[in-house]
């Protein structure tokens, strides 16, 4: 799992609570939603970002700045 700030582990429980996440590589014979700790886990560090990780959401990628700013 990759390190995460306070305010990026906030951030992240933020967009996990606008709704279900499903993921067709993970919950596939399930069909189950993820959980915040699986969800949390797909987070990867960046390259040059000053402490920024990324994260997938709705088909698109979330950057979560170390300060819990989060963006497209």
């Known amino acids: 799992m990759t390190k995460t700030t306070k305010q990026q582990r906030q951030a992240i ?27 949390r886990s ?12 990324i994260l997938p959401w709705a088909g698109m990628w979330l950057c979560i700045e170390r300060d819990g700013y989060c963006h497209s």
């Open 13 to 39: 429980k933020r967009v996990f609570d606008r709704g279900p996440i499903y993921t067709t590589k993970i919950a596939e014979a399930f069909d189950q939603p993820l959980s915040y700790r699986r969800f």
């Open 42 to 53: 797909l987070a990867q560090p960046t390259f040059g970002c000053d402490g920024a990780v």
